[in-house]
C-alpha cells in the first residue's frame, strides 16, 4: 500500500522539497508557501508545495 500524508508538517515538507527546516520558515515569512491549520503545527498541504515546484523556473540544459 502506498501511502501519502494529507497535510506536511514542515519537517515533511523540507524532506519532500528537499531544503531544510530554516529554509522552509524562511520561505514562509517571504510568503511563498502559505500554511494551514488551527495555529498549533505548521502544516502544509501538498497541493500547496506542488505550487511552490511548479513554479520553480526550468534550468537550460546547458546549466546542468
Do not use: Q
Amino acid at each position: 500500500i502506498e501511502w501519502h500524508p494529507g497535510l506536511f508538517t514542515k519537517e515533511l515538507a523540507a524532506v519532500y522539497l528537499s531544503k531544510s527546516t530554516r529554509e522552509i520558515d524562511d520561505m514562509r515569512s517571504r510568503g511563498e508557501l502559505i500554511p494551514v491549520g488551527d495555529g498549533k503545527r505548521v502544516m502544509f498541504t501538498k497541493k500547496e508545495l506542488d505550487h511552490y515546484i511548479e513554479s520553480l523556473p526550468e534550468r537550460s540544459a546547458a546549466a546542468n
